[in-house]
C-alpha cells in the first residue's frame, strides 16, 4: 500500500508516516520504479504499535529501542513491563510532588486571605511580591517550570 492509504488506515498523517521514518521507527519502504513508497502489510500495525506506546508515555526512543529488538527477532516483553512500571513509578512520584504542591499552594493562598481580610478593597496588596511566596518556591524544579510556560 502507498503511503496516503496506511496514512488513512493507521489513522496518523503521512508526514507523521515519514517522521517514524527518519527517526528509525518504520524500516524504510520498498519504492516503485517512480519512487512511490509501497509498505507491507504489517505497516499499519507497526504504526498501531507505535501509537500504543507512545499513548502509555514510551518515548519514541524507547519504542524504537523495543522495535529494533524485535525486528531482529528478541522478545523484548520484559523491557517493556520494565519500562512500563518505571513509568508508573515516576507518575507516583510525580502525584506525590503535586500534593506537596497544592498543600503549599493552599497554604500560600490562606496567608493571602488573611491579609486580604485586614485590608480596605481599595488598598493594594501585591500579593505576588509577598513573602508567601516562599512557600511555593520549594515546589518540585519540573512543577515550576510548567508554570512559566
Excluded at 80 to 99: N, P, Q, S
Aim: with cysteine.
Amino acid at each position: 500500500m502507498r503511503i496516503g492509504e496506511l496514512a488513512r488506515v493507521s489513522g496518523v498523517s503521512a508526514d507523521t508516516i515519514r517522521y517514524y521514518e527518519r527517526i528509525g521507527l518504520m524500516p524504510a519502504p520498498r519504492r516503485t520504479p517512480s519512487g512511490y513508497r509501497e509498505y507491507p502489510a504489517g505497516a499499519a500495525n507497526r504504526i498501531r504499535i507505535i501509537r500504543n506506546a507512545a499513548q502509555l508515555g514510551f518515548p519514541l526512543e524507547e519504542i524504537a529501542k523495543v522495535l529494533r529488538i524485535r525486528d531482529s527477532g528478541g522478545a523484548p516483553c520484559r523491557q517493556v513491563r520494565d519500562y512500563a512500571r518505571d513509568l508508573v513509578e515516576g507518575i507516583e512520584r510525580r502525584i506525590a510532588e503535586l500534593k506537596a504542591e497544592r498543600k503549599a499552594m493552599r497554604k500560600m493562598i490562606a496567608a493571602w486571605d488573611s491579609v486580604l481580610v485586614r485590608t480596605s478593597p481599595e488598598t493594594p496588596v501585591h500579593l505576588l511580591e509577598s513573602d508567601s511566596l516562599a512557600v511555593r518556591r520549594t515546589a518540585p524544579k519540573h512543577a515550576r517550570l510548567r508554570q512559566s510556560r
